[in-house]
């Protein structure tokens, strides 16, 4: 003889865990349709100064306001021919569920040490990375212009600043990467290839 209440508490359950399916299936979609992720790759070069600066961003921005929701870039900075320096990197990092109004720099000449990269900081930031590194001499505008192509939400293109040169500038819309993954994670090391030698 079937029992009718087991056969209700399964029906009950199976459409629980429909329903439940829809409503993940309904959030997805409407996060896919806010939202979409993103990948610049750029390459920037002050020539008075005596050094390229190449990065890559990933990050998600929201449809509706424009605005990056979270970002991670990976930036390096290598000497042009015959001027001093040395190749250096560092990371951003920008999410606005931990604080909307902090970017986080962690330089890699300085391992575990994040410093917050804001209005305030951020040209003083990039000038101490430089010099640490043996790069003297920097140009007053084109330091400032590399601080704004950093501060970009999105990417800096030819035509949008003055005083560098932009050599490469690459965006990519809806970019494949795993956004489940610590921001921090969205892109690996090796996907910037390291400076090249200067004889």
Not at 119 to 129: A, F, I, P, Y
Request: net charge negative; charged share 20%.
């Amino acid at each position: 003889m079937v029992n009718h209440n087991t056969r209700a508490f399964s029906n009950r359950r199976t459409f629980s865990v429909f329903v439940l399916l829809l409503a993940l299936l309904s959030l997805a979609a409407c996060s896919s349709w806010t939202e979409y992720k993103f990948r610049f790759a750029g390459s920037y070069t002050a020539p008075k100064s005596g050094y390229r600066l190449e990065l890559i961003r990933q990050g998600i921005q929201d449809r509706s306001a424009e605005t990056t929701v979270a970002s991670h870039s990976l930036v390096q900075v290598c000497p042009l021919a015959g001027r001093a320096g040395r190749p250096l990197r560092f990371t951003m990092t920008y999410e606005t569920q931990r604080d909307p109004s902090l970017v986080s720099f962690m330089a890699e000449d300085q391992p575990g040490i994040a410093h917050e990269w804001d209005w305030r900081s951020s040209e003083g930031l990039l000038q101490q990375s430089l010099a640490r590194n043996g790069y003297t001499g920097l140009d007053a505008a084109e330091l400032t212009a590399m601080v704004w192509v950093l501060d970009s939400g999105q990417g800096v293109f030819a035509g949008q600043v003055d005083h560098v040169t932009v050599q490469q500038a690459d965006y990519q819309y809806n970019a494949d990467f795993d956004q489940t993954l610590p921001v921090q994670e969205w892109i690996a090391p090796t996907e910037l290839p390291a400076c090249p030698p200067i004889s």
